[in-house]
């Protein structure tokens, strides 16, 4: 009931400020036509605004087995699991000749009484042409490389993939300059300026560069990157039109040190402190190559497969598993409930160590658009632990209107990493009205 | 000297033939204006998608940037799809989706998905890409009650890879060469959609002010292509890089 009814005060939130833009929207078109192009030039007019509002619930199903599950029974609550959700976002978006700006109000309902609110710029950027050159400041998506599962070459935003509803990204602080032909582009960036030497992932300050290549029916891409504690990485990119219906595509990147977490091995079985803790892998390789197939009915077929060397070896994992085991096998009486489940629960961080769980990855997905219909079904397969990730949902796009809904369940051996994940199934529907 | 006898014929053939060839492309070329008014243009374009009970399905608004050498930059603007970019440089294709700010390689064939073909909507001309052969005369328009008037029906065969289209039945006008009418093939040798124009002036036709396309594969829905505005525009050739399209701001 309480989730309801903040959604309603969002919604009334929401429409406050919709009726703002239409508003400044009716006193632009209402301000007096220029009589020729100079003095529209001197006029001043609002520019315009669009954006969507997005309504997205999640249903949780948490999972019975791993390591979060066996510390909970253990210890009732020692680690939260999120059931349900629901979240209402509006998305606005604005932009003028050398600049643009976007933004995400979102306000969350969770079980218990719980409603985040959050505002953010997902980009704020300006953009001036200096000498042939396009310089660039600000908050911006700078999203690279080839590839739906996985982008290796992915070195400034490091979108997350794979998610059940496409959503904006949040930018990253930028100073960028490119240079364009027809067919030629360099980039350079300096990436997350401020930021502290320490920081990991894709927050950690960087220098990256890209050239575009267009070679006919291929695409190239070159990639270098130095992070500003893990050093240089370099990688190259290529997508290729092969047929009428067949596309393919591959990327390879080389990275000197990558950010990651490892196990403590001097770690007891019974630690006061979390024995998963961050680490610097040295000297990886990630690599992808797939395609994707479309038939003039509409029906589009990818196969992916990748490679992650960041990810945790087969080995970690099975160490993993013997360390889950043998706190579980603690005898009660000797080891308080609560260090255990501690324990327990501090194991779910390797899920954590490195965007793919496993090293090895194959990934295939189905769609077909018909008559506004794109129902899609993709699996995610370790071959590892034989454990696969299925998502089904449906998607129907009106005019306006957008609605979207699916399952994805973890399936495979009780072994296997994916079914140790705290969530077995998640179920979402999402309505969205672009205006 | 039998030989060179027996071959004559042959030779008148061929002769005749290429003579036509060249006829199907003048007149391609000819009809071609009525849509393509200049090498370079902008063109705004109004889609309305009409279900076959004739009640509204969609509206769609494009910002098309025409060039020469097969060369065409598609800006969406309709709420839905605002921020979404489609380009087309010769036989290559590229899209740009709102939430990626990732110019994506599309296939040929990816470019037909969607509420709209891309290339219904970006494609002027189909001199270029399409060896024409004079077939005959015939009536322009087939329907009872529609006014009796005879054009030219010409074949249209895909030369290149890549486009919408593979084989097009087109049918124009005996003197002006406008286009009247035509029946539109995919690989498979289906009959896609159907179209038919509609001029500024029905009596001295000097511009398609409107498009009007009629799914025959699936839903018999109408696709109505509204050329709202043509203007000359040559854009700066990085417009048409596709790594240029995420840069950011308006393309104004």
Redesign the interface.
Known sequence: MRVSRHLVIGFVGTSALLLLLALSSAWAQSAPVPANEEDANAGFALPAV?G?IRLLGNDFHPSMRGPLAAANALQPGIATQTTASAALETEL?T??????LTGTLQQQALPGGSHPNRAWFN?A?V?RDVAGW?L?AGK???????AYGFRPNDVVQQETRRLLV????EGRTVIMA?H??????W?FVFANAGHARSELGAREPAYAARV?K?D??A?WHGFARYGAHTGASVGVAL???A?????V?GSVRYLARADSKAFDTRSPLIAAVSPWQASTLRRATQAIVGG?W???S?L?LMVEAWWDGTALSPRQWDAWRARNTALSALPRDAVPGAAVGGNLAWQSEAFSAASNLHRSNLYLRASW????WTPSVDLLYHPADNGRMITAALLW????V?VQGGVRINAGPAASVLRQLPTQQQAFLAATW?? | MKITRSLLPLVALFALGSAQAQDASAILKASDKFRMSADNLQVETQINIVNADGTP???RKYKVFAQQNRQSLVIMQ???E??QKVLMSG???WLVM?????P???????K????ASTGDVSTLSWAEDYAGKLVGEEACDTRAGARPQTCLHLTLTAAR??VTYQRIELWVGKTRYEPHRADLY???D?LAKQASFVFDKPDAPTTVVEMVLTDKV??NKTTRIKYVSRKERQIP??W?????L?????F?
Do not use: C
Not at chain 1, 140 to 146: C, G, L, N, Q, T
Not at chain 2, 246 to 250: A, D, F, I, Y
């Open positions: 669009t969507q978006r932009s003028g000749t050398g600049w643009n980009e950027a953009t396009s660039s911006k998506i700078v999203a690279w490389d080839v496409s959503t904006l990204a490119e364009f032909d027809v067919d030629t582009a980039s575009y267009r006919g029916a695409d997508a290729w039109v047929t009428d219906a067949l596309e595509h994707t479309t038939h003039e509409q589009s658009e018909h008559e506004g796009k009106g005019d306006r957008q672009a205006f | 399905d969609k509206e309709s709420p839905s605002k921020g036989d290559d294709f709102p939430d990626s700010q990732r994506l390689r599309i296939t040929p064939m990816q037909l998905l969607g509420d890879k890549g995919v690989l498979s289906k699936s839903n050739k990085e048409l890089n596709p790594q240029f995420v840069r950011g701001g308006t104004e």
